[in-house]
Every structure is written in structure tokens, then in C-alpha cells.
């Protein structure tokens, strides 16, 4: 009867410590989540803002250079998410963490004082949006930590969690620019620490608040956690090696090589598409329509804004849609929507945009080019398409219309082909090992991310909107024919091998 007795005391006391150890274990994944949101936040609250906030620091900066700088970011983060994914495998993921958060606090307060060096400002900007990228490399260290907490019960829905946190990032980030551009350009001098808060450095000097209480919760919230797959507490290791993974009889057989290749090579498309469009939108919006820096920042906020809520309605959709009528047929029509917004982008008719030049002295184009520069805060400051880019001068304009209808079938066929990818590269693979195959599917929209910007902003600087979209248009039409002639290769491993039927 004592044994019976203390048997239970046992059983009771570690089930109170498997509770207090659960709950533990969801404070710190809901702390992932929140540098998750950081690291979606820390890209988007500035990229409606960028190119009037170069033009105003470095009148000499053109979109060619725009280019370079949203490509820091992404390039920033293609290097270091390895790193410190190596660095989480041998040490407590803690100290990634921290060191990453911390180098993405420095960043955005560097941002928020390139203005203020008297010369070489938009190379300041480079560095300190490629800062911001090594900060969001712990990208890697998020979802390591987050897959090595959950069972497999729980793993769909914390990743799920997880992406829609990602997704409030990306919604958030241009709505809270958006608010700032009320600051205006002018903004409020804080002299003490030679600061300048307008709207340009206020969504960074946010974001940086943001990080520090990121890092207050990681150092208090935080602990190592590590469940198997039934959901049982194990020590926390950070590092396993593939190689030790046996891999049952039912599940053996080769993965399809060919159409692993394929689906990175959609998946570079897709990101790399999206990356053009999220790239050109202020500058072509600036000068099609003639707005000024404030305008375009507080409209392209408001517009990225609305397309994040209409991928969130678009996510919900997909997953009943797709049980229906399956993966590969989602991406096709994905593909095809985002075909018809690049091509309803094109422009046509014969009206032609306004120059900025007419608008701010009747003069020769070569007198203008040596006029100085209407200073931002007087009534005269330029809008139109500027007469250094000749196309303005016999391109046809692009009316609001048709930029915001291409926005909204961009905004449907963009996250149909995300999930979509990401879901069928995943049945392809089949119950093998992932690590490797993921992260040649991570670096292949890392390098997207990092080449669209660079592509869009040469094409455009020089050859202009009608050029830079009939490519974009070719792009896609190539990504629709490797599609329909690999469609029969992209289906799931286990269908493959016929253990299931489709």
C-alpha cells in the first residue's frame, strides 16, 4: 500500500513537471514566433520608403542603385542563415539569437542616420540594409528550434503559426510605413544625438524598439526545448547528423532528382517575380503617376498593405481548394494570374506620361540636368518621369487602373504559388531526410530575392517599364511550359512508388 502510494506521488509529480515543462515549451515557440514577425517586419516596413529616402540622401542615386539595395537585404540573409544555423547545431541557440537580434537593432538605427555623413549616404544605406539581412539570417535558427520543440502532431500547426506570423510581417510592415509617412519629411530633430525622425527613419528606429524587447524575451522567456516525435521531453541537443537517420523498409526508394531540380527551379521564379514587383512598385508609381515621395509611400504602403490581407483570405482558400482539385493544377493557375498582372502592366495607348522636367522650369533638357535640385520641403518638388530616363519620353503611360488590378492578380497568384510549391516540393520528397533538399530550396529564393532587384532596377533605369515586364511575361510563360512538361514527374513520393494512389 505505501509502494501503491508512492508509486502515484511519483506519477502526479512528473506529471506537474511534464506541465510545467510544456508550458515552458510554448512561452518560448510563441518567442519564435515574435522573431519570426521581426524578421518579416524588418524587410517590408522600409521597402515602400526606400527609394524617395535614397533620392532625398543622394540625389545622384538612380534605380539601378535601388536595386542593389533591396537585394542587400536578401543577400545579407543568404549568407548568414547558414552561419548561424552551424552556430545553433554546437551551441545554445540563445547565443545566435541574441548575437543576430542585436546586429539587427545596430542596422536600423545605422539606417536611421545615413542622411547624416556628407558624403557616400546611399552607400551608407547599402551597408545598413545588408546589416539588417545578416540580422534576419536567424531565420534558420527559428524554424531549427521550432521543428526540434513540436511532435508530429503539433509540427503543422506551429509551422502554420509560424508562416502566419511571417505573413503578418509582410501586412504590417507597409501599413506601419504607411502611418509614419504623416511625419512627413521633415519630421522632428532630436539634437542631443544628432537624430532626424521623419518619416524614412521612423520605421526603423521602430523596428529596432521591436528587437531589444525580442532580445528581453529571449534571455528571459527562453529555454531549450527538445521533444520527440510523440511529444516526450528529451535532452536538448542541437545537433544530429543525417546520416544516423535510418530510414524504414515501407519508406525506401530514391527521390525523383528531376523534379526536385524543377520545383527549385518554380520556386527561384516565383520569389524572384515577387521580388521585381515588391522592387519597382514606388519607382514606376512615381513616375507614371506623378506622385510625390510622401504619396508614394503612403499609397504603396496602403497597397502592399491590402495585397498581405488578401493573401491571408487566399491561404484559407488554397487549403480547401487544393483537396479538391489538387496541387499541381493550383500552381499552373498561379502562374497564369501572375502572367496576366506583368502583362496587363504593359504599356499601351499613345498618351505618355508626364516629365518632370516641364514641371519645373521651361527650359532645354541639358539646362535642367545642371539645375540644382528643388529642395524636398518647398512646393517644387519634382514629380513625373525624369527626362535622364529617354524611354519617358516615347513610352506610353501606365494608367492607375491597370497598376492596381495587375496588384490584385499578383496578390492572388503569388501566395497560391508559395504554398503551392512549398507543399508539393515537401510530397516529393516523401518521408527522407529534408534538411539538405530545404535548404537548397531556401537558398534558391535567397539568390531570387537577391537577383530580381538587381534585374528589375537596370532594365527599368535604361530600357524602361515595357522591356522590364515583357521579360518578367517570358520569365513566367517559360515557368508554365517546364511546369505542363514536367507535370506528370511532380507527384508526391509515395504515389511514386506506388503505395497510395493519387
Known amino acids: ?75 545579407g540573409q543568404m549568407v548568414a542563415s547558414p552561419l548561424f544555423g552551424l552556430w545553433s547545431n554546437h551551441r545554445p541557440r540563445r547565443e545566435p539569437l541574441i548575437c543576430s537580434i542585436f546586429i539587427n537593432v545596430s542596422a536600423n538605427i545605422y539606417y536611421a542616420y545615413v542622411c547624416l555623413p556628407s558624403s557616400h549616404n546611399k552607400i551608407h544605406m547599402l551597408m545598413a540594409r545588408t546589416f539588417v539581412g545578416i540580422g534576419a539570417g536567424n531565420v534558420a535558427v527559428v524554424r531549427s528550434y521550432v521543428a526540434g520543440a513540436t511532435s508530429l502532431k503539433e509540427r503543422t500547426s506551429a509551422m502554420a503559426n509560424m508562416s502566419a506570423c511571417q505573413a503578418l510581417g509582410f501586412i504590417l510592415g507597409p501599413a506601419l510605413q504607411a502611418a509614419f509617412s504623416f511625419i512627413g519629411e521633415t519630421g522632428v530633430s532630436v539634437n542631443v544625438i ?72 518554380l520556386f527561384f521564379v516565383i520569389l524572384f517575380i515577387f521580388a521585381v514587383f515588391e522592387t519597382i512598385s514606388t519607382p514606376l508609381s512615381m513616375d507614371m503617376f506623378a506622385w510625390t515621395r510622401k504619396e508614394a509611400v503612403l499609397y504603396n504602403g496602403i497597397i502592399l498593405a491590402a495585397i498581405g490581407f488578401e493573401s491571408i483570405l487566399v491561404f484559407l482558400v488554397v487549403k480547401v481548394v487544393s483537396a479538391r482539385v489538387g496541387d499541381r493544377p493550383l500552381l499552373l493557375g498561379g502562374l497564369i ?74 496578390g492572388v497568384g503569388y501566395p497560391t504559388c508559395n504554398v503551392m510549391s512549398y507543399t508539393l516540393y515537401s510530397k516529393i520528397l516523401g518521408p527522407k531526410p529534408q534538411g539538405v533538399y530545404m535548404g537548397w530550396l531556401t537558398a534558391s529564393g535567397s539568390g531570387a530575392r537577391t537577383l530580381g532587384p538587381v534585374f528589375v532596377s537596370h532594365v527599368y533605369t535604361l530600357l524602361g517599364p515595357r522591356w522590364a515586364f515583357s521579360v518578367i511575361c517570358v520569365i513566367v510563360l517559360a515557368a508554365v511550359v517546364l511546369l505542363s512538361a514536367m507535370y506528370k514527374r511532380l507527384i508526391a513520393f509515395s504515389v511514386r512508388h506506388g503505395r497510395i494512389q493519387e
Request: one cysteine or more; a negative charge; charged letters at 15%.
Open 1 to 75: 500500500m505505501p509502494l501503491m502510494e508512492s508509486d502515484e506521488n511519483t506519477s502526479l509529480l512528473r506529471g506537474d513537471i511534464t506541465s510545467d515543462a510544456d508550458k515552458s515549451r510554448w512561452r518560448s515557440i510563441r518567442v519564435m514566433y515574435f522573431t519570426m514577425f521581426l524578421s518579416s517586419v524588418g524587410f517590408t516596413i522600409v521597402i515602400t520608403s526606400i527609394w524617395p529616402y535614397l533620392k532625398k540622401i543622394d540625389g545622384n542615386a538612380d534605380a539601378s542603385f535601388l536595386g542593389w539595395v533591396v537585394a542587400a537585404y536578401s543577400l
Open 337 to 410: 494570374l501572375i502572367f496576366a498582372g506583368f502583362f496587363i502592366l504593359l504599356p499601351w495607348g499613345n498618351q505618355f506620361p508626364k516629365i518632370q522636367w516641364a514641371d519645373i522650369q521651361n527650359n532645354t533638357m541639358p539646362a535642367l540636368r545642371l539645375a540644382p535640385t528643388p529642395s524636398s520641403n518647398t512646393s517644387l518638388e519634382p514629380t513625373g518621369c525624369p527626362s535622364e530616363q529617354v524611354w519617358c519620353l516615347f513610352t506610353p503611360v501606365i494608367h492607375l487602373a491597370q497598376y492596381i488590378t495587375s496588384d490584385i492578380l499578383i
Open 194 to 265: 544628432k537624430l532626424q525622425v521623419n518619416m524614412y527613419t521612423a520605421p526603423a528606429l521602430l523596428a529596432a524598439c521591436f528587437g531589444i524587447i525580442n532580445i528581453l524575451l529571449v534571455i528571459l522567456v527562453l529555454r531549450e526545448h527538445c521533444v520527440d516525435d510523440h511529444g516526450q521531453h528529451i535532452h536538448a541537443i542541437n545537433y544530429t547528423q543525417e546520416e544516423q537517420v535510418d530510414v524504414a523498409p515501407e519508406v525506401a526508394g530514391d527521390i525523383d532528382q528531376i523534379a526536385v531540380f524543377t520545383s527549385n527551379v
